[in-house]
Nanobody, 123 residues
Framework: QGQLVESGGGLVQAGGSLRLSCAASGRTFSTYAMAWFRQAPGKDREFVAAKSWDGGITTYADSVKGRFTISRDNAKNAVYLQMNSLKPEDTAVYYC????????????????WGQGTQVTVSS
């Protein structure tokens, strides 16, 4: 049974940076696509970024392109999200997700989810 645990969230000022980590355990996710989603109060969960474990495909939401970078370390069974130039509208709970096969931007097509980590950006 696979598990994902996020860490690294916190409170930062606009323009600041945070690095989120997602540690996987219980199984190896080397053949899984990994992604980050976020959900703000009163809003639907939205796609942020995704990366295939075999390194072929990386996709970002337009709202974070050029500011966020998703990366992975298969040896550590982990995925990361480097967030720079943060804006108040980035405030949300950020979730790590995984699925077998190709990456998608739909949250209902991911099978494994972490508990989430809160990111708050003040103005």
């Amino acid at each position: 049974q696979g598990q994902l645990v996020e860490s690294g969230g916190g409170l930062v000022q606009a323009g600041g940076s945070l690095r989120l980590s997602c540690a996987a355990s219980g199984r190896t996710f080397s053949t899984y696509a990994m992604a980050w989603f976020r959900q703000a109060p009163g809003k639907d969960r939205e796609f942020v970024a995704a990366k295939s474990w075999d390194g072929g495909i990386t996709t970002y939401a337009d709202s974070v392109k050029g500011r966020f970078t998703i990366s992975r370390d298969n040896a550590k069974n982990a995925v990361y999200l480097q967030m720079n130039s943060l804006k108040p509208e980035d405030t949300a709970v950020y979730y790590c997700a995984a699925r077998s096969g190709r990456i998608t931007t739909r949250n209902d097509e991911y099978d494994y989810w972490g508990q989430g980590t809160q990111v708050t950006v003040s103005s």
